[in-house]
């Protein structure tokens, strides 16, 4: 594997060159206020930026934010996040209102060295996303007009064959950025020999989302945990009566398969705390994962379970952690999501977060960052990069 990195492209000199930054500064928004909840993927990104600027490029990023139609939406406007990229670099960033259109032609223009631009959403263009190559390629074009060279740091969407991830580098020359280049490292490692006992941990709410991930494990990890709402399909594969919680009857039988197949590896709950109602006030109980009642839905792990699996992760040398345990969101229901973060960082084992709201939620519960090994920018990415599939903006910096 033949990846050029920032070093490789700082070596060559880029002061006074316009660089492109493909950044995944896809953030969480309040719904109310529009405020950015969780900065983590735009402070993943700073020591990319800022050695840039130190070097004297004209920094031009550009990201996407939610899933807009292809068409410019305000709700998903990146302005916030050029303000928050400006507090951080300690710099102002010259925001475009457009990606491609005058604003950004002008913003980049008007860069001096050792500035950084901000375009406006990548996805407000229909050929960011689109399936047609030369609808992509056409967009790729006129991405790649504003810089001289390409930076890919936008690990969260590596695994999509977009425009400003796939057709970009073929047009520039093209190095990984800091951050890609760490979590292809610290993957790698899980993909690679872990050292054993290897304990995943997994939860979220769909068993659909995590089945190829979870046959791709299978194989390799010592113990696989499981929680989050996707553990109640599991219990029904087991027999278990689960109320009203989260299932997904089309996967039942899989379930049954995986649990058969899995060579007692698969760890489920044996209790849950079961909810009158999916909010944060409603009444509820821990009871047996056995002995769910009918009119309740399951919204957490309960405290045996945390306790059963906070013990198979003291026994872990690798450990790998993707998905809520819970509804982390409602502090009702954050028990088990905390308890297993907290079980993580008592052990001295190498232990890599899986992104998304994971990685979120260790920060929305006040956990130290530092004490895992890794915190991934990447949810999809870093899975599919588990399953071991090719992932598109990988590959294209491999060329
Ligand atoms: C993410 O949040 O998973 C990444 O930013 C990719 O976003 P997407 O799933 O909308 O492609
Ligand atoms: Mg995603």
Redesign the pocket.
Known sequence: MSIRNLDDLLGEGVSGRRVLVRA?L?VPLDKQTGEITDDGRIRAVLPTLSALVQAGAKVVVCS?L??PKGAPDPQFSLRPVAGRLGELLGAPVHFAEDTVGDSARSTVEGLADGQVALLENLRFNKGETSKDDAERGAFADQLAAFGEAYVDDAF??VH?KHASVYDVPARLPHVAGRLVLREVEVLSKLTGAPERPYVVVLGGSKVSDKLAVIEALLPTVDRLLIGGGMCFTFLKAQGHEVGTSLLEEEMVETCRNLLERSGGKIMLPVDVVAADAFAPDAAHDTVPADGIPSHRLGLDIGPETVAGFAAALSQAKTIFWNGPMGVFEMAAFANGTRGVAEAITKTDAFSVVG??DSAAAVRALGLDESSFGHIST????SLEYLEGKTLPGIAALEN
């Not at 990447?378 to 990415?381: L, R, V, W």
């Open positions: 995944d896809n996407h939610g899933r969260g969407a999509r992104g998304g990447g949810g999809g990415a």
